[in-house]
T-cell receptor
Framework: DAGITQSPRHKVTETGTPVTLRCHQT?????MYWYRQDPGHGLRLIHY???????DKGEVSDGYSVSRSKTEDFLLTLESATSSQTSVYFC?????????????FGPGTRLTVL | KNQVEQSPQSLIILEGKNCTLQ??????????LRWYKQDTGRGPVSLTI?????NTKSNGRYTATLDADTKQSSLHITASQLSDSASYIC?????????????FGRGTSLIVHP
């Protein structure tokens, strides 16, 4: 699992409340990613980071912000959660394996916004 | 727009049979293509990864092929087992500004019946 953990694993919240999801890695990887996965859609990139304090937007970044103050932690924040943000969120890291770039995923966080 | 299309959307086979999953992509410029297996409630796990110059890659009973000219890939599963029941996701990446940016297919849901 490339030493990736996500917290919380499950969360139920109400519309309009702020929510922060945490991704933690133990192997000092430079690249980290946040995805959401919904029925009928492939995994969609929300934001990614290529170093401490270096982040960029993915294809579905509206309504989300991220921060990376330490190499090991990548935080995803929903400033004011909406029902459309009910989803399963996956964190991933990018690492070189056998000379090729590979992505390794965390276990996911199931978020329900009521 | 970069796209990855997978077929079939779902597939049911009997244990011990072979099957082939398809992936067509329009992603450009192509960097690499990966197949992932995602068990229900878990994060995706990499099966194979291929670069532009490779046209086949095996991982046990899983064999992926790539035709970069026609922008098609397939994943062949031999002698299926009940544990092969999962979603199989095709991912094509571009290298942009030093970062690998993936585009995910929606996946093929495979059910293996005894």
């Amino acid at each position: 699992d490339a030493g990736i953990t996500q917290s919380p694993r499950h969360k139920v919240t109400e519309t309009g409340t702020p929510v922060t999801l945490r991704c933690h890695q133990t192997e000092n990887h430079r690249y980290m990613y946040w995805y959401r996965q919904d029925p009928g859609h492939g995994l969609r990139l929300i934001h990614y980071s290529y170093g401490v304090k270096d982040t960029d937007k993915g294809e579905v970044s509206d309504g989300y912000s991220v921060s990376r103050s330490k190499t090991e932690d990548f935080l995803l924040t929903l400033e004011s959660a909406t029902s459309s943000q009910t989803s399963v969120y996956f964190c991933a890291i990018s690492a070189t394996s056998g000379g090729l770039n590979e992505q390794f995923f965390g276990p996911g966080t199931r978020l329900t916004v009521l | 727009k970069n796209q990855v299309e997978q077929s079939p959307q779902s597939l049911i086979i009997l244990e011990g049979k072979n099957c082939t999953l398809q992936c067509n992509y329009t992603v450009s410029p192509f960097s690499n293509l990966r197949w992932y297996k995602q068990d229900t409630g878990r994060g995706p796990v990499s099966l194979t990864i291929m670069t532009f110059s490779e046209n086949t890659k095996s991982n046990g009973r899983y064999t992926a092929t790539l035709d970069a000219d026609t922008k098609q890939s397939s994943l062949h599963i031999t002698a299926s087992q009940l544990s092969d029941s999962a979603s199989y996701i095709c991912v094509v990446s571009v290298l942009s500004g030093g970062s690998y940016i993936p585009t995910f297919g929606r996946g093929t849901s495979l059910i293996v019946h005894p």
